[in-house]
Nanobody, 124 residues
Framework: QVQLVESGGGLVQAGGSLRLSCAASGRTFSRYAMGWFRQAPGKERMSVAAISRSGGSTYYADYVKGRFTISRDNTKNTVYLQMNSLKPEDTAVYYC?????????????????WGQGTQVTVSS
């Protein structure tokens, strides 16, 4: 069982930056690939970024490449999402996710555990 607790969401102006953090419980954090998803009203929950168990491989959705960076610190049981050059269309609820059965989670079906979600709002 993995418990995921997110922090760092909030309100920011377009062009600004936020860093999301996801703290995970347990002694087996490094056995889980981690990811960030987001869901805007009326839309499906979609992958934003993902990272392999060791942190050696990353995935990014096309619409965040060059702006967002995912990282993890397995000694702190924490995964991060650094978001720069934010746009109004980035507004969504952001969810931290853990997967034991995929190289990194980029589909909701691969996710074993979800965080509670945190709101990110980008104003124009």
């Amino acid at each position: 069982q993995v418990q995921l607790v997110e922090s760092g969401g909030g309100l920011v102006q377009a062009g600004g930056s936020l860093r999301l953090s996801c703290a995970a419980s347990g002694r087996t954090f490094s056995r889980y690939a981690m990811g960030w998803f987001r869901q805007a009203p009326g839309k499906e929950r979609m992958s934003v970024a993902a990272i392999s168990r060791s942190g050696g491989s990353t995935y990014y959705a096309d619409y965040v490449k060059g702006r967002f960076t995912i990282s993890r610190d397995n000694t702190k049981n924490t995964v991060y999402l650094q978001m720069n050059s934010l746009k109004p269309e980035d507004t969504a609820v952001y969810y931290c996710a853990a997967s034991s059965g995929s190289y990194y989670p980029v589909t909701t079906g691969s996710v074993d555990y979800w965080g509670q979600g945190t709101q990110v709002t980008v104003s124009s």
